[in-house]
């Protein structure tokens, strides 16, 4: 884990629910977050409480820990692998890709295919419990990807979820969700 202060966290997605979970995370981990989202003022209430409004390429470049939580999974597929504006490219060996956002295990599997080449992990960690369990919380996070990288990232995401669980390999979580 990277220490305290030292930690640099981004936030891509700050809608109905990822404004809530980013919040949980500068509040009970007492983190200073950069957050993206593509309508600006939706993004407005984190800033208020400290948040640094970055656009997602300046967040990838920076972030050891990045999460997602966008609409669709052709917003994830553009968001993270378009060959000019994806922000894959741009991550730093050794840091983190989690997305929350509900997509497609083969999507999972393909982004954390292309991560491992870039040194980056990948966790596809789609949640349950919707903007009131975001709120609360308390939303059940089902993730893919390693072992190893799930337990490295609880500490962040035991912030905002009741439950962690890991389903398996890169796109397992996916399918958990879709099951779910």
């Not at 990277?2 to 509040?27: L, Q």
């Not at 982004?111 to 949640?127: C, E, L, N, W």
């Amino acid at each position: 884990m990277v220490e305290g202060k030292n930690i640099k966290v981004g936030w891509i997605g700050t809608g109905v629910m990822g404004r809530y979970m980013a919040g949980h995370i500068m509040t009970k981990g007492n983190l200073k977050i950069s957050v993206y989202n593509r309508t600006a003022s939706k993004a407005d209430p984190l800033v208020q409480e400290g948040a640094e409004f970055k656009s997602a390429i300046e967040i990838a470049k920076e972030a050891d820990y990045l999460f997602l939580m966008l609409g669709y999974p052709h917003d994830v597929e553009s968001m993270v692998l378009d060959k000019d504006q994806g922000i894959l490219q741009h991550m730093k060996p050794g840091s983190y890709l989690i997305d929350h956002t509900t997509s497609t295990p083969e999507l999972a599997a393909r982004i954390a295919t292309h991560a491992q080449k870039s040194g980056v992990r990948s966790v596809d960690a789609p949640v349950s419990g919707g903007d009131i369990g975001a709120k609360g919380g308390c939303v059940v996070t089902m993730c893919g990807g390693a072992a190893e990288d799930i337990d490295h990232l609880r500490f962040l995401l035991d912030m905002y979820s009741k439950e962690v669980q890991h389903m398996g390999a890169p796109g397992a979580g996916q399918h958990t969700k879709m099951a779910n």
